[in-house]
């Protein structure tokens, strides 16, 4: 249970007012006394200010970096307007000897609405191809697996598939990867 700083306050005026050892008031009033020995400390130490509960935050994170290092990043992204995080993270590195992570350079960047969105298309899958089949043979779908066959070893399995008709055309197993264009260039010349 949290206690406001006047409660705390009052419970170390009232150990200390009290005839009893300061360890038989705790236990009634049900205070752990590390609880109350740490209240106490920051009470000595900072008077009633120290009572006031504190932010959990810590005061400094150890692999934060410096402002100054974030200003020269910033600083070096507007003279350098065509490098992209990753090129700016190692262009920062090679001149200022200190090193930025690539996500940190983006998140800086992105602080300062430096990052611009990029300058190709980005295509979509379509949910069916665009030229249906309308007959046998006129796509094939090609597919390699690599396959362990306990007791033999690893293989791999070819199979060739009209679009059309789903049927298998081929199904052949290679021993080794060298195999496999040599399989497709077969296929083809079977294919006219």
Known sequence: MRYPASEKLEII????????????TLAKLGIPRTTFYRWYDRYWQRGEAG?????PKPKHVWNRIPDEVRRRVVDLALEETELSPREL?????DKESYFVSEASVYRMLKAHDLITSPAFIVMKAASAF???TTAI????QTDFTYLKVLGWGWFYL???LDDYSR???SAARQ?????????VETLHQYAG
């Open 167 to 169: 049927y298998i055309i």
């Open 51 to 55: 009572l006031q509960d504190q932010s």
């Open 130 to 132: 665009k030229d249906k």
């Open 137 to 140: 043979n006129q796509l094939w």
């Open 89 to 93: 993270a190692v262009t920062f590195t």
């Open 13 to 24: 005026k009232l150990a200390e007012g009290s005839h009893l050892p300061a360890r038989l």
């Open 158 to 160: 070819s199979t060739i």
């Open 175 to 183: 021993g080794i990867a060298q195999q496999c264009p040599e399989r």
